[in-house]
Nanobody, 125 residues
Framework: VQLQASGGGLVQAGGSLRLSCAASGLTFGNYAVGWFRQAPGKERESVSAIRRGGTTTYANSIKGRFTISRDLAKNAVYLQMNAMKFEDTAVYYC????????????????????WGQGTLVTVSS
């Protein structure tokens, strides 16, 4: 079982990036999938998640700018990031959690058992 996050890079403030998370050995439709990020010197934080049924959650810091989506046919999950800010600079990780996970638990990394390797996003001011 493996997750592969990709799509990171260097972008100017105000720009956009789309991150992708691909899976091998598991089917995203059976899991909750979350995006987390960790900035230098800071703790890892939850950014967004999508439940098995399709319900989505967003951190207040990115609400209205980022959109999580999935393509079950391609077994992929995406994070569209628009109007990016310098403070969005971080390594972004995708991870899976049990499909039955309740909404309030999606914020906790504790419940996520499979993690991708991370993709670096750098926003220049």
């Amino acid at each position: 079982v493996q997750l592969q996050a990709s799509g990171g890079g260097l972008v100017q403030a105000g720009g956009s990036l789309r991150l992708s998370c691909a899976a091998s050995g598991l089917t995203f439709g059976n899991y909750a999938v979350g995006w987390f990020r960790q900035a230098p010197g800071k703790e890892r934080e939850s950014v967004s998640a999508i439940r098995r049924g399709g319900t989505t959650t967003y951190a207040n810091s990115i609400k209205g700018r980022f959109t999580i989506s999935r393509d079950l046919a391609k077994n992929a999950v995406y994070l569209q990031m628009n109007a990016m800010k310098f403070e969005d600079t971080a390594v972004y990780y995708c991870a899976t959690a049990p499909g039955s996970l309740i909404l309030s638990a999606l914020w906790s990394a504790t419940y996520y058992s499979v993690w991708g390797q991370g993709t670096l996003v750098t926003v220049s001011s």
